[in-house]
């Protein structure tokens, strides 16, 4: 089965936008909160997941190691990594997987008493790529309904792990209460597409800002890597910004940068933000907010 795919893009015609601020770039850091939805035999799952510190499938018998390099995230890596960012006052996406919210319900309520946005990340750590229509349309009213109960509030973003299905952004404009899905790789801004025979916004994610490149690879070895090749990022969408609107998005993920030999990397790249004007830190919700607000969807 074949999707219509747009390589034109913008083309350079860029909307008239300005972020608040009179900034011409905006920055989302994502927390991926994954620890609990990780594939698992112990959680009844088909198989482990083979993908950790270590490149490893441990086939038949349950992943003990496996286990214990994602429980690090939460028991450890989330809070160094909130503190962080709490404290240089950057906004903050979790991206969160339903079941892992289950299996530590005091990232809800943290995150609730925080003001972080929860973006749902599916419900377990996987790919919806082939799934059947009627499993992912009950799948994405389960984990709204997850979020809703543990945070209060219902999420209004999606991010599938790897890649969504062909029918995931359709059963997400059906479902309602989404205002964007981050389903998509393919430019620095916000733009349109139509689902379900309407407008439906779409907030790319970047797997290159991401520290999952400590996993690819290892890509990343040092912190210092991470921070880096994000800055470069920044200081060219930044200069970028000045003729149009630009958009920069940042993975984390909580027993990556987490860990201490690589949380500099994290520091390093905030202080660099905060010495530079020009920028806009928020959630991928007030962006989507802002887009929607000053870019209608017929001028688009």
């Known amino acids: 089965m074949s999707t219509p795919r747009d390589f034109a893009g913008y083309r350079g015609n860029y909307p008239a936008l300005r972020w608040p601020g009179d900034t011409g770039l905006a920055v989302s850091f994502v927390l991926n909160v994954e620890e609990g939805a990780e594939l698992a035999l112990s959680a009844g799952d088909a198989r482990n997941e083979s993908r950790h510190e270590v490149n490893h499938e441990v086939v038949g018998a349950p992943d003990l190691c496996m ?174 910004s000045r003729q149009a609107p630009r958009m920069l998005s940042i993975g984390l993920h909580t027993r990556i940068i987490g860990r201490p030999g690589r949380i500099n990397g994290l520091a390093t790249l905030l202080a660099h933000i905060a010495q530079r004007s020009g920028a806009w830190c928020a959630t991928r919700e007030q962006i989507a907010r802002h887009w929607l607000a000053n870019v209608p969807a017929e001028s688009a």
């Open 67 to 240: 286990e214990s390099q994602f429980e690090y995230g939460a028991r450890v890596g989330y809070g160094r990594i909130t503190r962080m960012l709490r404290e240089a006052g950057v906004p903050l996406t979790l991206n969160a997987c339903a079941r892992a919210l289950e299996a530590t319900p005091w990232i809800a309520s943290d995150a609730a008493q925080q003001g972080f946005e929860i973006c749902c990340h599916g419900w377990r750590w996987e790919s919806h790529a082939g799934m059947a229509e009627a499993d992912e349309r009950a799948l994405i009213a389960r984990c709204v309904e997850s979020i809703r109960r543990l945070h209060g509030r219902a999420p209004v973003g999606w991010h599938t792990k790897s890649s969504a299905s062909v029918n995931t952004r359709r059963l997400l404009a059906e479902h309602g209460g989404f205002l964007y899905d981050s389903d998509a790789y393919n430019d620095d801004l916000p733009y349109y597409v139509q689902a379900a025979g309407r407008p439906h916004l779409v907030l790319p994610y970047a797997f290159d800002t991401n520290d999952m490149r400590f996993f690819d690879n290892f890509a990343y070895v040092r912190g210092s890597d991470f921070a880096d090749y994000a800055i470069d990022a920044f200081d060219c969408l930044l200069a970028e």
